[in-house]
């Protein structure tokens, strides 16, 4: 009897341990499947990584600036007399040839000095003519008294005064015949004084603006005053305004262009060609002017547009690129790139840069064509691979 009480008891003790081992695995199969949901439903939630894929293309390294159109050449044509602006003959915009008339002084004054000088010129040469028969009849009465002398007829007092006779009216002939030549060069200066009322084009340009109009009175006393500006626009110079933290990547000779705010898909081409030494201070920073001039054939450029201008400091033909997005910059590690592997997984890949651009970067080593790198991705360690 107490074996049969004893088996009973043992066999229940199994029958509750054997549910009990099934309860668990019951439990560890739901939490499984539970883990595997939320697993799969997470992966389904989580967003898509963006990727680029490596390939080969140009790169540049710029220097961006703001700049101004001016003419190569601009001259202010002035008045060298003074008076009253009787004509203007042209008018701003206007395209003017050597030597054509622009604009006209009135005359009266410079005629009338014109006038006095020539007067003043023929009395003296009226006085030199009266002054030369005077010489000659002086010469012939000291050869007369010098004849005289040796044949025992004149005095020597007589001779002596016959030559010096002579000897004044040479000096005043001399005095006189200076005189003249100043006076012939006081005609010469007021016929240019003449000359100049009448102000033409000094080259082939277009007039860029009237500085003084008919009716205006100019004083070339002290200093020649503008009656307008003149341009040569067959070739525009923009002057860009360089960062001093920029300027010292600037040379004579790199490619340069810029754009217009008016028409900013239109490039203009050029070279470096002058970089001024003295800086300027605009809005409390430093600048420094970089100039480069381009061909402006049908003049559609003008003076005073406002320019983007864009230098170009260095060039790499046809190289591996990499959006510098996907870039990180340690500062132990150096630069690295996150690489997505083919089974959809992703590495951390070192890499070594070259010449950056606006939007990729030259790679030199770590990535080969056709690598694609992460330029989006949640944060997540390595998953082991590589």
């Given at each position: 009897m107490f074996i049969k009480i004893v088996n009973f008891t043992m066999r229940n003790l199994w029958v509750g341990k054997r549910r009990l081992i099934?309860?668990?695995?019951?439990?560890?199969?739901v939490a499984v499947a539970l883990w595997y949901g939320l697993e799969r439903r997470s992966e389904r939630m989580a967003p898509p990584l963006l990727t680029a894929t490596i390939v080969r293309q140009d790169l540049a390294s710029f220097v961006l600036a703001s700049g101004v159109l001016q003419p190569v050449l601009t001259v202010a044509v002035g008045a060298q007399v003074s008076g009253q602006i009787k004509h203007m003959h042209v008018t701003p915009g206007q395209m003017v040839r050597r030597g054509q008339l622009l604009a006209e002084i009135d005359p009266k004054l410079a005629m009338d000095n014109l006038l006095i000088a020539q007067a003043?010129?023929?009395?003296?040469?009226?006085?030199?003519?009266?002054?030369?028969?005077?010489?000659?009849?002086?010469?012939?009465?000291?050869?007369?008294?010098?004849?005289?002398?040796?044949?025992?007829?004149?005095?020597?007092?007589?001779?002596?005064?016959?030559?010096t006779e002579r000897s004044r009216l040479d000096a005043d002939l001399a005095g006189l015949r200076a005189r003249i030549r100043r006076a012939r060069h006081v005609v010469d200066q007021e016929r240019t004084k003449l000359a100049y009322t009448r102000i033409v084009a000094p080259m082939d340009g277009q007039v860029l603006s009237i500085d003084n109009g008919e009716g205006q009175t100019v004083n070339a006393v002290q200093q020649a005053p503008t009656i307008l500006k003149l341009g040569d626009l067959s070739r525009i110079k923009v002057r860009a305004h360089v960062s001093e933290a920029d300027i010292m990547r600037v040379r004579v000779g790199q490619k340069a262009w810029f754009s217009l705010l008016g028409s900013p898909e239109t490039r203009y081409d050029g070279k470096v060609e002058e970089i001024l030494p003295t800086p300027e201070k605009l809005n409390n920073a430093m600048?420094?002017?970089?100039?480069?001039?381009?061909?402006?054939?049908?003049?559609?450029?003008?003076?005073?547009?406002?320019?983007?201008?864009?230098?170009?400091?260095?060039?790499?033909?046809?190289?591996?690129?990499?959006?510098?997005?996907?870039?990180?910059v340690g500062d132990e590690r150096g630069t690295s790139v996150r690489l997505l592997l083919p089974d959809g997984t992703t590495v951390e890949r070192q890499v070594r840069i070259g010449l950056r651009g606006r939007t990729h970067a030259q790679v030199l080593a770590g990535l080969a064509e056709g690598d694609k790198v992460v330029l989006a991705a949640p944060d997540q360690e390595d998953n082991g691979h590589g």
């Open positions: 099934v309860f668990f695995l019951l439990v560890a199969a003043d010129l023929a009395a003296l040469d009226a006085e030199a003519r009266g002054m030369a028969v005077r010489w000659r009849q002086a010469v012939r009465e000291a050869l007369r008294q010098r004849a005289l002398q040796d044949g025992g007829v004149s005095s020597q007092r007589e001779r002596e005064q016959a030559d600048f420094f002017s970089v100039q480069f001039s381009v061909a402006n054939p049908e003049h559609r450029l003008r003076g005073d547009m406002t320019a983007q201008v864009t230098v170009v400091l260095a060039e790499a033909r046809q190289v591996l690129a990499v959006p510098l997005v996907a870039l990180d």
